[in-house]
């Protein structure tokens, strides 16, 4: 630590007797004497970093976080609009190759002028690479700090806001991601996001975003989709409605239906098979501009898409032991009350399966039904449990359609057990003490629970983040 404040000092001492010295005696003595005060610091700074002993010290000596905190030593400045941000430049060039030739290359200055970044991210910036913390606010957040990671060149930084993205996308945020990972060609980011796409196609469709016409054009080409070509079809004339906008002319139904052809997305739109009574949105495009069309305009395909499972990750809470064993009859119901901290769609619940005297085979029909704070039923499923084996893990039910649960309301989940009338060996029913929540990786997100029995039935959810 010694040796690096009297280097430091030493290029203090150097720059403030820059003016006692000749032209030619300041151009080879201050520069010779700076060079090998930099290299004699990015030694040590190298030895620092790789010696395991003071991992924890990581060039900050685990002080890096109070010398950036107090502005200590600074010999570089970054200017923004609102702002300026002083910095060093050894720390800087030995975590980015750009910063290195910003500050050491042949045209080497020390004020940085910045318009492309918003001064926020860029701190963000700044702090990682001092203290190898970053915590980020939203997925927008993360995204602006990954074109900083990549334009100075900061691969660690890159890596962590991918991370961050890839477990923690939503609805909102799936059109958009989608995009930039093509943009940045993060290939395994865009795998994941398409086939989320298509698998929440109907509430990504609702999305306040408006998407590029490539990024359409490939969900209609896609056969295998979860929407409904009525939802294409709507989302299409939107679509066009933004895009009038975008290209500022006048929303009318020429021009929407001129953007739908010169998009390409006209020609890809399904609607013969559904008749006119389906798709009048559409028809009065159509109908009133017939002279605009052309024989390649129209898509002439009779075959529907059809739907995808749904393969989203189920979510469950965790089993503290078993309460008691119930005893079933031909009819018996079962009510849980949840409430969810932001908005989410649900795909699928996890109940208990029944058996019979333990590992005997059991055979029972299930209803899954999901009722809003009014009572009123917001959707249904059935399914038949066959259970030979492992009565303990959960039999999964997947829901015709995602359920849309608004943050902050209560909803209820009834579980129908209608079983056989073979009283004599009746169905059993384990009741779990089970925690009270769910959370997200990233503890982002909590689903709570409310059981109306000494035990939970429903062990777990398949949901998105809105």
Known sequence: MFVVMLALNHRRWINSTTDTLSTGQNLKTNGAINWLCDWLLSIIYHIVCKDAKYKKLNYSFNRMEKIEENNKWTDCVFVFEDLKIPAHKLVLSYNSPVFKSMFYGSMASAEVLIKDIESGDFIQMLEFIYTEKIVFKSINNAWSVLYISQKYFISNLKNICVEFIYFNLT?????????????????????????????????????????????????????????????LIEAAIKWSEDECIFQNVDVTEKNKLQILINSGILSRLRFRPLGKHLCQGLYRLLANNLDNLSDCSVNTIVVQRYRMPYHIRYRFREAYKIERNLVLSNFNEFHCLISVGHEVVMYGVAVTPP???????????????????????LSQAKDIIRMVSDYEVPHLVGLPNGVRFMAATKYKISVTYLCDSDLSQPNELLCFYLSCSIKTLTNSLSIEFDDHLYGGIVRGMSFYVF
């Not at 989320?196 to 975003?209: C, G, P, R, S």
């Open 171 to 231: 609805i909102r945020t799936l059109l958009l991601s989608y995009e930039y990972a093509i943009l940045y060609n993060l290939n395994q980011l865009l795998n994941k996001c398409w086939r989320d796409i298509l698998l929440t196609a109907k509430e990504v469709l609702q999305v306040d975003y408006h998407m590029k016409a490539s990024t359409f054009c490939a969900m209609l080409d896609e056969n295998e989709i979860n929407a409904h070509e009525i939802d």
């Open 355 to 377: 058996h019979k005297d333990g590992f005997r085979e059991a055979c029972t029909n299930v209803i899954v039904s999901i009722f809003d704070n009014s009572g009123v039923l």
